[in-house]
């Protein structure tokens, strides 16, 4: 998801609202602080158990040939 289409989702939302991210093994929790902005590479992972996409660190030791890397933000 891009930010303009964050931004169009919340513009329907009522300002009052709450918003919650998944827990790690269940439950909610509130999201808290500011977005961090990090490199990603998009469709990196193929396992079922990970998330699709990747951050790049220094310690990144994985091939990027023909993938496609954008700025982002984590909530």
């Known amino acids: 998801m891009k930010v303009q289409e964050l931004i ?3 513009e329907e ?3 009052e609202s709450f918003i919650f ?3 790690y093994e269940g ?6 602080g500011k977005p961090v902005e990090v490199e990603m590479v998009l469709n990196y ?3 079922w158990y ?3 996409h990747e951050k ?3 310690s990144f030791d994985g091939s990027l040939e023909g993938k496609t890397v954008v700025k982002g933000y984590i909530l």
């Open 8 to 10: 169009n989702i919340l």
């Open 13 to 15: 939302l009522d300002p």
């Open 21 to 23: 991210r998944s827990g």
């Open 27 to 32: 439950g909610f929790d509130d999201v808290e």
């Open 45 to 47: 992972n193929t396992e």
């Open 50 to 52: 990970y998330g699709a």
């Open 56 to 58: 790049i660190e220094r």
